[in-house]
């Protein structure tokens, strides 16, 4: 018997096993393989992520991170040269964020659930900007119609 929903994407959800560790979807991905119910972008998304997750070498990665430990904001971070971010590794590491307390702790009882949108931006990089994410998170608010009075 499955545990309880920790991530949300439209029909899919994937929940946490009994032992509160091991993520699964439900509906199972093999529900929708024959193509008669159809993915939405979302659910897609979802499922890729869970499955990229779930691969030996996600896992692998997670165990040899480069920079673990290490501070946030650390000097020097802005030097790392940038790699393409795709859309299901981005919410692979999300799974992976936010998972991890939902399930170890489950009397908390919290659950995600996602709406995911892709905007196009034409800010330049700047590192030596005073606020690195505002950089890009206040065009990026503004192109998903957030007010800027109501950002966080």
């Given at each position: 018997?499955?545990?309880?929903?920790?991530?949300?994407?439209?029909?899919?959800?994937?929940v946490?096993?009994?032992?509160?560790?091991?993520?699964?979807?439900?509906?199972?991905?093999?529900?929708?393989?024959?193509?008669?119910?159809?993915?939405?972008?979302?659910?897609r998304?979802?499922?890729?992520?869970?499955?990229?997750?779930?691969?030996?070498?996600?896992?692998?990665?997670?165990?040899?991170?480069?920079?673990?430990?290490?501070?946030?904001?650390?000097?020097?971070?802005?030097?790392?040269?940038?790699?393409?971010?795709?859309?299901a590794?981005?919410?692979?590491?999300?799974?992976?964020?936010?998972?991890?307390?939902?399930?170890?702790?489950?009397?908390?009882?919290?659950?995600?659930?996602?709406?995911?949108?892709?905007?196009?931006?034409?800010?330049?990089?700047?590192?030596?900007?005073?606020?690195?994410?505002?950089?890009?998170?206040?065009?990026a608010?503004?192109?998903?119609?957030?007010?800027?009075?109501?950002?966080?």
């Amino acid at each position: 018997m499955p545990g309880r929903t920790i991530h949300r994407y439209g029909r899919l959800s994937i929940v946490s096993d009994v032992d509160h560790e091991s993520p699964t979807a439900v509906p199972k991905a093999s529900d929708f393989e024959d193509g008669k119910k159809g993915l939405k972008d979302i659910e897609r998304l979802g499922l890729e992520a869970l499955r990229l997750r779930q691969s030996e070498r996600f896992v692998a990665a997670k165990t040899d991170r480069p920079r673990a430990g290490e501070r946030w904001g650390m000097p020097g971070c802005t030097t790392v040269v940038p790699t393409p971010t795709e859309r299901a590794r981005a919410v692979a590491e999300v799974q992976h964020g936010l998972g991890w307390p939902a399930s170890v702790y489950p009397d908390a009882g919290v659950s995600f659930s996602y709406d995911s949108q892709t905007v196009t931006l034409s800010t330049p990089a700047d590192p030596s900007a005073s606020d690195l994410e505002a950089l890009w998170r206040d065009p990026a608010m503004g192109a998903l119609g957030w007010p800027r009075s109501e950002r966080p």
